[in-house]
């Protein structure tokens, strides 16, 4: 079934081209949200000693100024992406007062979507429009649902890649062209293999009460304040998480047949009213509720598990810069925050995306139908509730298959590739990791869901309590570990530069708000 893959890592190895692949690049999204003492949700501003949110480029804010986000820039080796993020939250962790880090995806106590404090980025109107985009997803969605957090992994092909590839493939397209069908062929893969990221790392089997805010729903009780799903993995990435839930009464599912598909699928939904969104109003009494009233505001609205990225030039909009540029680079989002590790992801779980983004790009990728469309989101949803359900069957081209089976078939497939990627290290760290999935998918009980939900009832513990002492744990990690002075300047500078960037931005003459958004949507 995954021949394709096998002979062309095969030629890839006849023609020593090893090394290119081994050559991609790396970087790292990790979302945390600040934690105050009794455990609710931080309601002090975004820290000053962490520079500006609007223009810092390592540390910002997501949706609430309580939720902290931090980024790498692109390396060409995990471990170095791994250790920029530690440094990271070292300094982040160094100039929280009072506060910690969440070890986990799925939020603290919550005391409704209104205690909820929306980030804030200044007067000038970019960040004025950050903020009203936000505040048009809490009306959208609600709030709770915006502070999940998650770790998004980007990952490049060496562009040095791209040519060999295309002469290996025969492929007389332009380069560009042929660049970026392989980058959308590797997204239509990752949609229809993405499933089995959250059966291994899925780390959000159970949530506190409090996030549910007495709604009805379909979880079990766990305790008196933690509702779960007995065989769930990730429930940030089902029903009750981070997707766009109204998404049938808008009407948008993205198009990754083609960029051109893609581009147009979400510039159509920008570009088109909503009766839903409608009724918020945009104006109302004066204050900006959303930015318009159509089915996504921006196309980050769009949430999907994968996106295909390019970098923005200014204030850009992203299907522009993929039209001029062509996609860059792809962006993983189906990773929970990894609660057992302090940095929240793994060397272990980068070494095997990796391969398996490399096994998306060399497994043949025909368009995605409407009917498999449907199997893809079933199967996204199944996983989610019930992954390590032994009875769970997916959906594979109209066919039920047991997820076991399939996931054993996939990560086999991979056996090749991490060869590839461990032929010039003794230590063999692709081929480790792809163990220690393979062990996971014999073994569900080794998966991070069952861990945390085995963890909780041998102690006795909630769902709050269980990510309260990891929190604390990881905290004081961070406090005891050092980093260089050298790196510790370049965080405060980074900070002060931002800061000062922010005031010259706010200095500068601005064009009322309703005309400044009208020359951005017509870009």
Known sequence: ??????KRVDRIIEEDLSDLVRGGFRGLEKESLRVAADGGISQTGHPSALGSALTNPYITTDYSEALIELITPPFDDSGKALGFLRDTQKYVCSQLIEEILWATSMPCVLAGGDNIPIARYGSSNQGIMKTVYRRGLGHRYGRTMQVIAGVHFNYSVNPSFWPVYRKLESDRRELRMFTDASYMSLTRN??????????????????????LGGKANSLSEFDANTAYEPFATSLRLGDFGYTNSREKG?????NYNSLNDYIGSLARAIETPSPLWEKIGVVVDGRYQQLNANILQIENEYYSTVR????????EKPVLALARRG?????LRSLDVNAYDPLGVSAEQLDFLEAFLLFCLFQDSPPISLQEQREIDQNQGGVAHRGRDPSLYLLRQGREVKLRQWAGELCGAMTGICELLDSHDPAKPYSGALQLQLEKIAHPDRTPSARMLEEMRENGESFFDFAQRLSLQHHSYFNSISMSSERELFFREQAESSLARQSQIEAESQVPFEQFLRDYFAQ
């Open 190 to 211: 990752l949609l229809r293999y993405g499933w089995l990221v959250p059966y291994l790392f899925g780390a959000s089997p159970a949530v506190c009460k409090s996030f």
């Open 308 to 315: 295909p990225k390019q970098v923005l030039q200014g204030l």
């Open 327 to 331: 996609v860059q680079y792809i962006e």
């Open 250 to 254: 808008v009407g948008i599912k993205a």
């Open 1 to 6: 079934m995954y021949h394709s893959t096998e």
